[in-house]
């Protein structure tokens, strides 16, 4: 699926297709800010923003999106994965701009799920948790796990290899969520401590993985 960069976030709410093969992004666009924002905001505008605490970008991540960028020299193509670079930070160049997105198909049967806990105030993610789980003869096939609010960029954790071929025990899944910290250097703000932050973002990784695998099929 391929989505225009000025596509507000009402309009993806709206797209039955969109629901129907990546209802995470629905899922996540339905607590983007309020009802104004999601009317006016665009999902472009969002994610070339860069926020560091904001919903979509680790679904970009787990769905591994492909990013438009044009300038007046032509178009390029960035993987979500290499996009996000620092707080408010991407790669794209002075005169460059976000165009399209572009989005592989989804591997057969896969779940996916969002965790997050906010800031009250704002509504942004203290700790956020993108899933995506596929199954294949009773098994895990395919794990994603990204992050949002953790550190000064979203990022993709490595540390589910080894849910791949079991099937994704508790114990298993909760030693995904705490290796997946590991080494990661949390933001410490006014708004939640280190380790708090850390507690937070394996609490919502064990929710996403956990809610993820019980709507794979």
Known sequence: MRIGATTTYRELLDSKPLRAKYPLIAEVTEHIGDLQVRNAGTIGGGLAHADPAADMPPVMLVLDATFVLQSKGGKRSVPARKF???PFTT???PGELLVEI?????????GMAYASFEQ???GYALAGAAALVAVAKGVIARAELAFTGVAET??????????????????AIGRVAEAAMAGVEANDDIHAGREYRLHLARVAARRALTEALARAT
């Open 84 to 86: 996000f670079k620092g």
């Open 91 to 93: 790669v794209l160049k």
């Open 102 to 110: 572009r989005l592989p198909g989804p591997p057969k049967g896969a």
């Open 120 to 122: 009250a105030a704002s």
């Open 154 to 171: 979203p990022f993709l954790a490595p540390a589910t290899k080894p849910l791949i071929g079991t099937k994704g025990d508790p114990d």
